[in-house]
């Protein structure tokens, strides 16, 4: 039900190491799909840093990838289609 993926500095526009993480932000339900970074190599995970997809009920499996050196790219299963495929521009995820 979830994806982690690193990103080093040299590979992204940040020029920051990144922990992306993914999956439906609940304990209920497969729903709230989210993807979070971490700074810091996942010993925080700040709420500035997190993004809501899909509040709907869906499924819930994610699968995270880099696209470009400036969008991610992820996979889930959501709530309105049975698959989706949707770009998130890193810097609307990790606003400096």
Request: aromatic fraction near 8%; hydrophobic fraction near 35%; charge should be negative.
């Amino acid at each position: 039900m979830a994806s982690l993926i690193k990103i080093p500095a040299e590979k992204n526009c940040l020029k920051k190491d990144i922990l992306l993480f993914s999956n439906p932000n609940t304990t209920k339900n497969r729903n709230h799909i989210t993807i979070k970074a971490s700074l810091d190599g996942g010993v925080t995970w700040p709420e500035e840093y997190q993004i809501l997809l899909d509040e709907g009920e869906g499924w819930g499996y994610t699968c995270l990838t880099l696209v470009d050196e400036e969008t991610v790219g992820i996979f889930y299963e959501s709530s309105v289609a049975h698959m989706t495929f949707q770009k998130v521009k890193l810097r609307e995820l990790i606003r400096p």
